[in-house]
């Protein structure tokens, strides 16, 4: 893990391209504090700069900007099988220095290909090639979205690299906030790809690849679509295809255990973390280390789930317990942590536990995507029936009950739920759900309904001044499906939207913040695409509720240990908001300081707060976005 940036098209002697590619590399030094190293061709007008955590090769032979006869590169990631790629090219010729995967990537490159070299990589990586024989720069992206690799122009100027802070330092940049993006951000608490927050700059997508030569601004094209694998169907039995899924884990698990310097694991307890520590600890010969965060609020906490599971699987396990207040200590931080505005409140808990985590180890697997691969977020199903009932009834009918739904304030639906049964939704429904189900009754179809439920702001023009809405992955025909399976439609949209534009983002920042390379073997595109090939009825039956990785997982842990409800990765920010919060929300959300800075209409968010702060609804996800948004750019201004 480790951060690169560079420039294309801007003018200077070497040492003027190198001084501003250490500046722009000074900007993410968190990302790689182990070494600072640049390199600058003056005649192609070009400069990489990167910062290194060392990982695999800890020797100078490791170190990136790296050279072969034909290409230079800088490259932040793993590439977890680079053993079999450098004995395969080693039989073909190829001879190496280090051992560092890097190395691996400018031997595939000059036998297959840029494109070609990009699909045999298993890993994750954003990566940028400078080919000198062609003249020209190639930018590429895991498949999965887990390395961010963002890249604009300022007149003919390209700056690339795995911040966008690292290309406001660039002598060159010249921007504004993107008002489209802006709108996209209200919307969802991200900035979806591919758009980015500073105008004329762009996220490259996961699986593209975009070349640029001679000054020409070229379009990215996918290496690797999701999509295909729905197009390659196979023949399996759910028992082999059990085997086979099982197979692939525990190949992706041993493939995330290499590294050169100390290793461990977050461990929630929960299903995903739980079997990925298993995994880890059945291929090891010592106790795995693991981390957990703990908090006071049993209703947050889950470090006793995570302390059962270690001690039966006899890992070494640190816990911390902390407090309200260091957790309120976190935030302050966090605009600087994330270089777009990010509003995922989970980013406080997973602060935390990568900065305990990094006490100890330098890398630290997770169990991120298993909720996506393996439908385990409770929405799926629960819309999924919802919409079976509501697409039955006439819009007309359906629009008249929102209002009547939206009649009662949302704290006196809570009062009342409790004598309320509702077959199959008990314990699962509150005021603020009912009200936000309310505003979605009004969906013509299943992705609108979807959609709907992962927005923050229905109608972001409300909030935000200018801009207009763009495709995103939601309703993009060129990155959609034609699904048949409403549950299958959602687990896709989110593989291709809330996964690399909110998960992986809020893991990367939060790991690179203390210098931690994070790792998610659930993501092994191999075990993606396998899973996307079987038959609908293996594949439903097999990830509904995450069947497949809870047997896997019952070979090495008892089921009672396991088996608890889903409890997520949260903090108690309503009330938060409304107590020790509060003075700092306020200062950020004042009216008069809204209307001056220009970017949103101050009257709906003042109405959503006053109605926070009465106890009328629930505002918490909406308020603490363009709070993210407001304490980011102060960090900017």
């Known amino acids: 893990m480790c951060g690169f940036a560079g420039s294309y098209g801007y003018a200077g002697t070497a040492a003027e391209l190198e001084a501003a590619a250490l500046r722009m590399s000074d900007e993410i030094a968190r990302r790689g504090p182990d070494d600072r190293q640049v390199w600058s061709d003056p005649d192609a007008r070009l400069a990489l700069a990167f910062r290194r955590l060392a990982i695999l090769d800890l020797s100078p032979e490791g170190r990136q900007p790296m050279h072969s006869a034909r290409f230079s590169i800088v490259f932040n990631g793993e590439i977890y099988n680079f053993g079999e790629l450098r004995a395969e090219l080693a039989a073909l010729g190829h001879t190496f220095r280090g051992h560092s995967d890097t190395e691996v990537i400018l031997a595939a490159a000059a036998e297959w290909g840029v494109v070609r070299a990009l699909q045999r990589l298993v890993g ?79 996220k490259l997508l996961p699986g593209h690849v975009v070349t640029f030569r001679d000054g020409a601004r070229g379009e990215p094209a996918p290496y690797w679509q999701l999509r295909d694998a729905l197009a390659k169907p196979i023949r399996a039995t759910g028992a082999e295809a059990h085997a086979e899924v099982e197979r692939l884990l525990l190949q992706s698990v041993k493939g995330c255990m290499v590294a050169d310097v100390p290793l461990g694991a977050f461990l929630s307890g929960g299903i995903d973390s739980s079997l990925i520590v298993a995994l880890m600890q059945a291929q090891s010969a010592r106790p795995v280390r693991t981390f957990t965060i703990g908090f006071h609020d049993e209703g947050y906490d889950e470090a006793p789930h995570a302390k059962r599971v270690a001690a039966h699987l006899g890992t070494e396990h640190t816990e911390l317990y902390v407090s309200g207040e260091d957790a309120l200590a976190v ?29 100890h180890v330098t890398v630290s ?74 505003d979605k009754l009004g969906a013509r179809t299943a992705g609108e309904f979807y959609a709907g439920l992962a927005m923050t702001w229905d109608d972001p023009g409300k909030v935000v001044r200018g801009g207009v809405d763009r495709l995103t992955g939601f ?37 690179m913040a203390v210098s931690l390379e994070g790792r998610a073997p659930l993501l092994d595109h191999r075990l993606a695409d396998y899973l996307w090939s079987l038959p609908h009825s293996v594949r439903v039956q097999g990830l509904r509720r995450k069947r497949w990785l809870k047997e896997t997982l019952y070979k090495h842990v008892p089921r009672a240990i396991v088996e608890r409800p889903k409890m997520g990765f949260g903090i108690p920010l309503a009330d938060w908001l409304r107590g020790p919060l509060r003075p700092w929300a306020e200062a950020l959300l004042d009216a008069r300081r809204l209307d001056e800075e220009g970017f949103f209409h101050a009257g709906e968010i003042r109405k959503r707060w006053s109605e926070h702060q009465s106890g009328a609804r629930n505002w918490q996800t909406p308020l603490w976005n363009m709070l993210m948004f407001q304490a980011w750019h102060e960090a900017r201004r």
């Open 365 to 438: 697997l997770s169990g991120d995507g298993g909720d996506e691969l393996f439908g385990g977020y409770e929405r799926y199903s629960l819309a999924q029936r919802l919409w079976k009932q509501l697409r039955r009834a006439p819009l007309g009918l359906r629009l008249s009950a929102a209002r009547l739904l939206r009649l009662p304030r949302t704290d006196h639906w809570d009062a009342a739920l409790p004598r309320i049964v509702v077959p199959g939704l008990q314990g699962r429904l509150t005021g603020d759900r009912i009200h936000k189900l309310a």
């Open 475 to 511: 309703d993009d025909p060129r990155r959609q499906v034609a699904l048949d399976d409403v549950f299958d439609g959602f687990m896709y949209t989110d593989t291709l939207t809330y996964l690399p534009d909110d998960i992986l983002v809020k893991v990367d920042r939060a790991t």
């Open 331 to 359: 935030v302050p931080g966090l605009a600087r942590m994330y270089d777009e505005p990010f509003a995922d409140s989970s980013q406080i808990p997973t602060s935390l536990v990568a900065k305990l985590a990094r006490q």
């Open 124 to 202: 994750m990586f954003a990566i940028a090639l400078w080919d000198r024989h062609e003249r020209s720069l190639h930018l590429a992206r895991d498949r999965m979205g887990e390395k961010p690799l963002y890249y604009g122009w300022c007149g003919d100027v390209l700056l690339f690299g795995s911040e966008l802070d690292a290309l406001r330092a660039h002598p060159a940049f010249v921007s504004e906030v993107d008002r489209d993006a802006l709108r996209g951000y209200a919307r969802f608490g991200y900035v979806p790809g591919p758009q980015a927050i500073w105008k004329g700059f762009r």
